[in-house]
């Protein structure tokens, strides 16, 4: 199809506003719908971020950015790759987390997503296609709103972590901007605010659960599948009940994903990698605390577990290294309203003399003397000086990754752990952190967000348009972010600096497209071609 006149300046895939040159104003009849003078994407560049630096909040930046992106996604997208370090945390989290909360109260443009009803589900097939429009798309980005980050249910406003996220699919691994579709399934929302708002934008009833949830959801997967069957189906942010039972239902039978179970377990398992580059310790002898074992916390503990397993211990062996603290505490085969993705975690009662007190992080961190705690709680503040001071009693480099999100939810802050530890522990962070000084050494402080690997792993598989996203293809992700870092420095961070995030999301991607084909899970032969065919770039 072709766009001319109006059509085109406001195809934001499509337009490029001032750079149209004056034969592209005349061939599309736009002459005289623009300034006159014709501008390179550097000046508008130059131009936009001119006007971004003058912007007096993250939010107010995020703002402006939006509305470049509504408009032209080339110069969002140039501009974004130019200043990937700095607009990360105005882009995506933790800034993002503000738009999603006031969603319906900011709502200007629906940003080419597609809003699926639990109660118009007759018109699914057609929004599905309204959205896509003549666009060949090969990666989705869906999300039902019930878990958003650590904030909870926030129902359809929730659209905004899908077309976040793709945002950094862009920028981070160059996935082609038109090949993107960010959906929101609204099955309705249990959070009253939204609910008692006349200006909420979703579905003013509570959500729906059970069969008729799974069906809608099954609904979608099979829409999708058929109108876009080369397509990556990433999923975001959906609650504890459901994120795992979703993965597991389609894992085995389409190229998907869960970046809350998966994203977060890879770059959990990379960080601690990396702490142990630094420390010198060996893997299979940490002993592993997870504070908050939901969709992510177990996700992450299953990932550390498996690769345990790869190092040679038995499933039995590396069982005895995990320990989940959760709501009830220490978790125990017999503790009341187990996950079924705790239960493998759980441990037993007659281990410990004093089982029955350990309903406190603080009890079972004196109890268990872990040496890596991560938290994936949503409680902030709860890595105390005190837990944190116990810890550091008991090991030489404690690994503390206080990963809840966005930033007024973390389990505490990376400068109290360096300085109550006296810089000894290694800490990564969710959300992004400015180094930090203590004792005349500049620590780096790591950014353990998935948003450091589901780019490059989603590149991956999608160059080479792989059947299934395996545990080989995910292992291998989580391995390639080592390397990077130069462990011997002083206050050296256990991941690699988020301003290199385009570099090494070429390297997952490579090791994810080359494992897929060793695996046999692509008619692709070489993973760089495949990559390079597919790889986007912001330019005229
Ligand atoms: N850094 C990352 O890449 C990343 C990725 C995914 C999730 N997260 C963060 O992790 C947090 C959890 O996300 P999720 O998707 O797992 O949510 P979730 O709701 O599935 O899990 C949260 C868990 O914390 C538990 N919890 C709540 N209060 C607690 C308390 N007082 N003590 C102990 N446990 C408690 C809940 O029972 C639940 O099991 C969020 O803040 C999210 O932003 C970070
Ligand atoms: O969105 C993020 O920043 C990471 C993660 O997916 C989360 O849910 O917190
Ligand atoms: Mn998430």
Redesign the pocket.
Known sequence: MTYTGLDLLNNPFLNKGTAFTKEERKANKIEGLLPPFVQTLDQQVAQAYEQYGKKPTPLAKRMYLMDLFNENRTLFYKLFSEHVYDFMPVVYDPTIADTIENYSHFFLDPQNAAFLSIDDQEDMEASLKNAAGDRDIKLIVVTDGE?I??IGDWGLQGVDISVGKLMVYTAAAGVDPKSVLPVVLDAGTNNKELLNDDLYLGNHHERVTGDNYYAFVDKFVALAEDLFPDMYLHFE?F??DN?ANILNKYKDQILTFND?IQ??GI?TLAGILGALNISKEKFTDQVYMS???????AGIAKRIFDAMVEEGLSEEEARKHFYL???QGLLFDDTEGLTPEQKPFTRSRSEFANADELTS?EAAVKAVHPTILVG????PG?FTESIIKEMAANTARPIIFP????TK?AEAKAEDLLKWTDGKALVAT?IPVDPVEYNGVTYNIGQ????LVYPGLGLGAMAVNAKLLSDGMINKAAHSLGGIVDPEEAGAAVLPPVSKLDEFSMTVAMGVAQQAIDEKLTDAKDAKKAIDDIKWEPKY
């Open positions: 878990g980050l650590g942010d609650g504890r994120a809350d994203g977060t770059i504070f908050g074992a939901g969709t992510a916390g603290v959760d709501k992080l994936t709680s949503t409680q709860t990963l809840s999100n966005p939810l969710g353990a967000n998935n948003a």
